[in-house]
């Protein structure tokens, strides 16, 4: 039977996807997190009229290059002045703080002389009023920021600036990941130990879920036993969201990843893409849980987590599926195109404008990984009317 190619998988893979629900939190803990409600601003900002610069506050009527004002006070961001501005007079005043009532300009303090209480007020000080009128940056009720919006460090800002303390978080995706294989050691713990190898893949895995939005709450290696799997299996399809399934996912004498599942009712979304690393890639759902199998060599399993894995906690976190696939066309120094009956991913780094593909592409290789930054796209790559080579690229 003919695979399905990875459009296909990733059609399939995208059907019926709902964000997670959403849970209040604390805005200094929203980094990275994505909005399941909008945030609108509890106050208005300025709350009232307010001075943009050190200086004086002033009536504008009052005042031409030349006039003195009587000080009659101070107001400080704070800690304003409580009294009303008279004719001829004046209130020393500084950045942030309110405008005393009666007051309608500020004059720098750079253009100000002062002599006991008078402020006299020389040429140039225009034309600048140097106020920030009440609710001119946003109003109590405004939106600040939509439903769906990921939190950085602008979003968080301007969450606080309106007096924002816990904001509505679409819940981040549980993970569970399981590295299967008998070989597997901690790394760290292979020199000393005949026939195992470091399990590389899962901490890389790890990584890329956090990259993507998700939390792994729990990273188990186990050997290719397969009621140890199976009591896994029980236990994570109770509490996770996704489970990442590591290795054993051919067809080999002890290849269980499917088979540690046989418990549950799995409901297969696709098994074995045409792709070129990863084909034995496949994911089920049981219930709402979404069992990520990712092929055991290295390469294979981290190329089809970019593919795969990311698009889906992005949805599940409540981003648009799209924002993990931005495929942006590149240079290219030759066609990268390749023969073959699976669809090449070309693992690549990015050398200045171009892009160039590592020179191991070997799926069990790891030293490639050293420099690699992205996936081309090679069949789908087109030759411009100048000669060059461009070809879509996925940034890790
Ligand atoms: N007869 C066939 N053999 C294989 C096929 C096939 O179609 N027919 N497919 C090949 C392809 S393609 C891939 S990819 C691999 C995938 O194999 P598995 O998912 O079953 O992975 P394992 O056999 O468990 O391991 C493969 C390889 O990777 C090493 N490994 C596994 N887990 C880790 C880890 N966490 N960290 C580092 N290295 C890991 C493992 O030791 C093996 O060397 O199957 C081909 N075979
Ligand atoms: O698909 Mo496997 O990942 O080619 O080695």
């Known amino acids: 039977m003919a695979l399905i190619g990875y459009d296909e998988a990733l059609a399939l893979l995208s059907a019926g996807i709902e964000p997670l629900e959403g849970e209040t939190i604390a805005l200094a803990q929203a980094q990275g997190r994505v909005l399941a409600a909008p945030v609108t601003a509890r106050i208005s900002f300025p709350a009232g009229d307010a001075s943009a610069m050190d200086g004086i506050a002033v009536r504008d009527a009052d005042v031409t290059p030349g006039t003195a004002v009587r000080l009659i006070g101070t107001s400080y961001a704070g800690q304003p002045f409580s009294g009303t501005l008279g004719s001829g007079e004046g209130v020393r005043i500084f950045t942030g703080a309110l405008l005393p009532d009666g007051a309608d300009r500020v004059i720098m303090q750079e253009h100000v002389r002062f002599e006991d209480d008078l402020a006299h007020v020389g040429e140039g000080y225009g034309p600048g009023w140097h106020v920030r009128r009440a609710g001119e940056d946003f109003g109590k009720g405004d939106l600040l920021l939509p439903a769906g919006c990921l939190m950085g460090t602008g979003q968080l800002l301007c969450a606080a600036g309106g007096d924002v303390g816990e904001i509505m978080a679409v819940r981040r995706p549980r993970v569970r990941i399981l590295a299967t294989g008998s070989e597997l050691v901690e ?198 009317s100048d000669g060059t080579w461009k070809v879509p690229c996925l940034p890790f």
């Open 187 to 384: 790394p760290g713990e292979a020199a000393a130990h005949a026939a195992t190898i470091p399990d590389s893949v899962s901490p890389a895995i790890a990584a890329l879920v956090c990259n993507w939005g998700g939390e792994v709450v729990d990273r188990t290696r186990l050997p290719d036993d397969l009621p140890a799997l199976a009591a896994w299996a029980g236990e994570a399809l109770a509490d996770a969201d996704v489970i990442v399934v590591t290795g054993g996912a051919s067809v080999g004498a002890r290849d269980f990843a499917q088979a540690m599942f046989a418990d549950a009712p799995l409901e297969p979304v696709f098994s074995k893409v045409a792709i070129k690393p990863g084909k034995p890639v496949w994911i089920a759902r049981s219930g709402k849980t979404r069992i990520v199998g990712l092929p055991g060599n290295p390469s294979s399993a981290l190329v089809t987590a970019r593919l795969f894995l990311a698009p889906l906690l992005a949805a599940l976190g409540g981003r648009p599926m799209a924002v993990a696939l931005d495929w942006q066309d590149r240079k290219v120094e030759a066609d990268p195109r390749q023969d073959g009956d699976r669809e090449v991913f070309l693992i690549a780094e990015t050398v200045g404008g171009t892009v160039r593909p590592v020179s191991r592409q070997n799926s069990g290789g790891q030293s490639q990984w050293a420099l690699a930054n992205c996936l081309l796209r090679s069949a789908r790559s087109r030759q411009d």
